[in-house]
C-alpha cells in the first residue's frame, strides 16, 4: 500500500536547521515537492528559508524559484550566489525567466541575464524587448511545429525525439515560412491511421492570438474557447511561441489584484508590494486621494448653505451619519454587482437603462425598508412625527439615488475606456455624501417649513 504524502511542518523544519542536521533535512525534502517548499519557505525566517533553498538540487531548486512568493524571492536574491541564480535561470522556461526577471530592478536583472548562457540569454532579452503585459512576454516559444506533408509515424517519431517539450495537448502546423496553416489535437494523431498525412488531419481553423495583444485579450480568448494553449503569431501570421493555461492563470490573478487595488481607488502597484518602494506607493496613491479629499468638501458645502435648517432644528444632525452611511453602503453593493456584470460583458451601454431599472427598483424597495427601520429609530430618540417623516422620505430618495449613480456611473466609465473600479468604489460613496445630505436638508427644509 502506498505511503500517504505528508508534509512536513516549518517547526520541523526550523528544528533541523537550528540543530545542524542538514543532511537530515536534505534527505525529509527529497519527497516533498517544489510547490509545498516554496509554501514551507514562505513560513520560515528569510535567513533559515534560504539554507533551505542552498540544500535543493539544481532541477528541485529552479521550480521552488518559479513558485516563491515576492518576499522570499526578494531575499533569495539578495543572498543566493548570482551565478547560482543564472544557472537555475537557464533550468526554467523562458517565459518564467522573464516573469521572473521583470520584477527585479533593471541592474539585477542585467547582471543575472549577463550570466547566463549566450543563447538562453538571448531568446530571454528578445522575450523582454516586448511591451509588458502583452502575450509576447508571456509565451514561450518551445513550441512544437509539425510539417502537414509529414504522415502520423514520422510524426510520433519526431516527437519521441524531443527533450521535455512543455506543451502537447496541441501541435501546430506551419508552412515553409513558418506561418501557422494549423492544428493537430494530440488525440487527434493517436487514433490517425499510422499513413495518414498530417495535412489531412489538422483542423485548418486555428484561433492565434497576436505577439502584441495585451494580456487581458488573451486572458478572454483562452476563456472564452476553453483552450489549455493558445498560439501565438507574429505580423507576418508566423508561429513564434505559445501560451499556456497556467500563465493565463496568472493574468487572471493580476487582473484581479489590479482591480480589488482601484476599488480603493489606488493606481495598481506594477511590482509585488515588498518589492514597491515608499514613494511608488505614495504616488500611486496620491492623485485620486487628492480627488476624493476635494469631492469631499462637497459635503461641508451642504452642510454650511443649510445652517439654518441645522440651528433650528437640531435633531436633523442625529441622522447624518446614518443617512450617508446607508446611501454609501447601497452603492457599494450596486456598484460591486455592475462592475462584475460588466466584467463578465453582461452588462453595456446597449443595455444600460434595463440594468438601471432593475437597480432603481432594488434601491426603491431597500430603501422602503430602511425608512420604516429609521421612523422607528427616530421616535425611540424623541425627534418628533415630523422629523421621523424627514428620515422616512429621506432614505428611499437616497438609497435610490445610490443605485442610479453606481450603476450608471461604471457602464459609462467602460464605454469611454476608463477603468470602472478606479472612479466607482470611494467616488459614488463620497458623490452620495453630498448629495444625501442635500436631499436630507430639502426634504427637512420643506416639511419641516423652516425658513
Known amino acids: 500500500m502506498d505511503e500517504i504524502y505528508t508534509l512536513p511542518k516549518p517547526e520541523e523544519i526550523a528544528a533541523l536547521i537550528n540543530e545542524g542536521q542538514l543532511s537530515e533535512l536534505r534527505t525529509l525534502l527529497a519527497d516533498v515537492h517544489p510547490a509545498d517548499i516554496a509554501g514551507l519557505m514562505d513560513e520560515l525566517p528569510s535567513d533559515q528559508a534560504v539554507i533551505l533553498f542552498e ?11 518559479d513558485e516563491t512568493g515576492a518576499i522570499v524571492r526578494q531575499e533569495l536574491v539578495e543572498k543566493v550566489d548570482d551565478e547560482r541564480l543564472a544557472d537555475l535561470l537557464e533550468n526554467l522556461p523562458v517565459d518564467d525567466v522573464v516573469e521572473f526577471l521583470e520584477d527585479l530592478p533593471d541592474d539585477v536583472s542585467e ?16 522575450m523582454l524587448a516586448y511591451e509588458e503585459d502583452t502575450a509576447g512576454r508571456l509565451m514561450t516559444t518551445d513550441v512544437i511545429a509539425l510539417r502537414r506533408q509529414w504522415t502520423v509515424n514520422e510524426t510520433l517519431d519526431y516527437l519521441r525525439s524531443l527533450e521535455e517539450p512543455e506543451m502537447l495537448h496541441y501541435l501546430y502546423v506551419v508552412d515553409r515560412d513558418d506561418r501557422l496553416v494549423g492544428v493537430v489535437p494530440l488525440r487527434a494523431l493517436i487514433v490517425a491511421p499510422p499513413d495518414a498525412t498530417i495535412g489531412s488531419i489538422m483542423i485548418e481553423q486555428v484561433v492565434s492570438v497576436s505577439v ?16 489549455v494553449a493558445i ?14 493555461v497556467d500563465d493565463v492563470l496568472d493574468i487572471f490573478e493580476e487582473e ?4 480589488i487595488q482601484r476599488l480603493g481607488s489606488s493606481e495598481p502597484l506594477d511590482q509585488p508590494y515588498f518589492s514597491a518602494s515608499l514613494f511608488e506607493i505614495v504616488k500611486k496613491r496620491i492623485g485620486w486621494l487628492l480627488l476624493l479629499f476635494l469631492a469631499s468638501t462637497l459635503s461641508g458645502e451642504v452642510l454650511r448653505f443649510f445652517q439654518n435648517e441645522l440651528d433650528a432644528v437640531v435633531a436633523l444632525t442625529l441622522f447624518i451619519t446614518l443617512i450617508v452611511g446607508t446611501g454609501g453602503n447601497a452603492g457599494s453593493q450596486t456598484v460591486a454587482t455592475i462592475i462584475r456584470a460588466i466584467t463578465l460583458d453582461e452588462v453595456r451601454m446597449s443595455n444600460m437603462w434595463q440594468a438601471w431599472r432593475r437597480e432603481a427598483s432594488a434601491g426603491l424597495i431597500l430603501g422602503l425598508v430602511m425608512g420604516i427601520v429609521g ?18 422620505l429621506t432614505l428611499p430618495a437616497v438609497v435610490t439615488w445610490s443605485t442610479t449613480a453606481a450603476t450608471i456611473i461604471p457602464i459609462v466609465a467602460d464605454r469611454v475606456r476608463i477603468d470602472p473600479t478606479v472612479i466607482s468604489g470611494p467616488m459614488i460613496t463620497t458623490l452620495v455624501d453630498a448629495t444625501g445630505l442635500l436631499i436630507h436638508f430639502s426634504l427637512a427644509r420643506l416639511i419641516l417649513d423652516i425658513v
Open 212 to 227: 502584441t495583444a495585451d494580456q487581458e485579450e488573451l486572458a478572454e480568448m483562452v476563456s472564452r474557447y476553453d483552450f
Open 55 to 65: 540544500l535543493l538540487s539544481l532541477d528541485t531548486a529552479s521550480e521552488v524559484l
Open 111 to 126: 547582471r543575472l541575464i549577463g550570466l547566463m548562457e549566450p543563447e538562453e540569454a538571448a531568446e530571454v532579452q528578445e
Open 256 to 259: 484581479v489584484t489590479e482591480d
Open 375 to 392: 421612523v422607528g429609530r427616530a421616535l425611540l430618540w424623541g425627534t418628533g412625527y415630523e422629523v421621523a417623516l424627514v428620515v422616512a
Open 231 to 244: 498560439p501565438v503569431t507574429d505580423e507576418q501570421g508566423k508561429l513564434v511561441g505559445v501560451v499556456t
